[in-house]
């Protein structure tokens, strides 16, 4: 019923920027929570940043002061920003999404939605 998708990823040296874009579509009524999670290789995925429906935020301390992120709520779709970035931010950055969708004049829940993944790489 929800799709994500990412793009924006690539390679950049140490220092640089990106932007990740992640849109989210289907019979969305509203967007609860949504955003970024990271899986380097042989470690555990984790929490990047998130965005409520309020717009309330959380960012992972590592990130904090250098990655910021946004969301343009008519075209359900967040942004992270991610400068000054550094070789260990080098990962697979997930767009994730708890939604509320409808079919009919009936809403759902749909929680724990996630993109494909778009690959982040820094070089030293």
């Known amino acids: 019923q929800v799709q994500l998708v990412e793009s924006g990823g690539g390679l950049v040296q140490a220092g640089g920027s990106l932007r990740l874009a992640c849109a989210a579509s289907?019979?969305?009524?509203?967007?609860?929570?949504m955003g970024w999670y990271r899986q380097a290789p042989g470690k555990q995925r984790e929490l990047v940043v998130t965005i409520s429906g309020s717009g309330s935020t959380n960012y992972l301390d590592s990130v904090k002061g250098r990655f910021t992120i946004s969301r343009n709520t008519t075209k359900n779709t967040v942004y992270l920003q991610m400068n000054s970035l550094k070789p260990e931010d080098t990962a697979v950055y997930y767009c994730?999404?708890?939604?509320?969708?409808?079919?009919?004049?009936?809403?759902?829940?749909?929680?724990?939605?996630w993109g494909q993944g778009t690959q982040v790489t820094v070089s030293s």
């Open positions: 994730h999404a708890d939604v509320t969708y409808y079919v009919g004049s009936n809403t759902y829940d749909s929680l724990d939605n």
């Open positions: 289907g019979h969305i009524y509203s967007i609860n929570a």
